[in-house]
């Protein structure tokens, strides 16, 4: 495989479930990265990791909780979420982070 | 005032009509510049890549950088039906220049075209 790979692609879950979301890059890359994209609105960095290290929170609810177990390998745990995290999800990489990020096809997420 | 301003449209344009897309944005520190086609139930695809002033040219498409205006756009000559999708500019600033603030990309909303046979 090449590219950037998110699965499952489409998740449907209740307010109360916990679920995770994977993503798997086969480039190389040193950075990785977890956006949210709403309908009308622009694409919103939730998390960025640089050599499996956090780096950046834009204040995403406690609900979200990433983890990177190694450059290749990132996770999105979820967590009692809300109607309004109903989304796409993408996961994105890049070989250092002022470098063009590629992304995956991400997961439709709908919660009931 | 958003950081940046990308027009959602949709654009709908005939087969091999030039298109323009077009972002304008207001931090002065953003460095680097991408334009992203998006088609439905995938994930952006990168198209161009720059960091500086003036017209970089991939095949169809040409994208252009006026950093005194703050403006950016994204042509796309000979346009065919399978272009139809949207775009998103993005770009980025490192926080070590910019005073602080979100290390990764802004992006627009994105604007869908339509390139109609």
Not at chain 1, 87 to 98: V, W
Not at chain 2, 66 to 80: A, N, T, V
Request: proline share 6%; net charge neutral; aromatic share 10%.
């Amino acid at each position: 495989e090449t590219g950037v790979t998110q699965t499952p692609r489409h998740l449907v879950m209740g307010m109360t479930n916990k679920k995770s979301l994977k993503c798997e890059q086969h480039l190389g890359h040193n950075a990785m990265y977890w956006y949210k994209q709403s309908a009308k609105k622009p694409l919103e960095l939730m998390f960025v990791y640089s050599l499996e290290e956090r780096v950046e929170n834009n204040s995403v609810p406690s609900r979200f909780s990433p983890e990177c177990p190694n450059s290749s390998h990132l996770f999105l745990h979820l967590h009692t979420l809300q109607p309004e995290d109903s989304a796409l999800y993408l996961c994105a990489s890049s070989q250092m982070r002022d470098q063009p990020q590629h992304f995956g096809d991400g997961t439709r997420l709908s919660i009931l | 005032q958003k950081e940046v301003e990308q027009d959602p449209g949709p654009l709908s344009v005939p087969e091999g009509a030039i298109v323009s897309l077009n972002c304008t944005y207001s931090n002065s520190a953003f460095q680097y510049f991408m334009w992203y086609r998006q088609y439905s139930r995938k994930g952006p695809e990168l198209l161009m890549y720059t960091y500086s002033s003036g017209n970089k040219e991939d095949g169809r498409f040409t994208a252009q950088v006026d950093k005194s205006s703050k403006y950016i756009s994204l042509f796309i000559r000979d346009s065919q039906p399978s272009d139809s999708a949207t775009y998103l500019c993005a770009m980025y600033c490192n926080p070590l220049y910019s005073g602080g603030g979100a290390d990764g990309l802004t992006f627009g909303k994105g604007t869908h075209l339509i390139i109609q046979p």
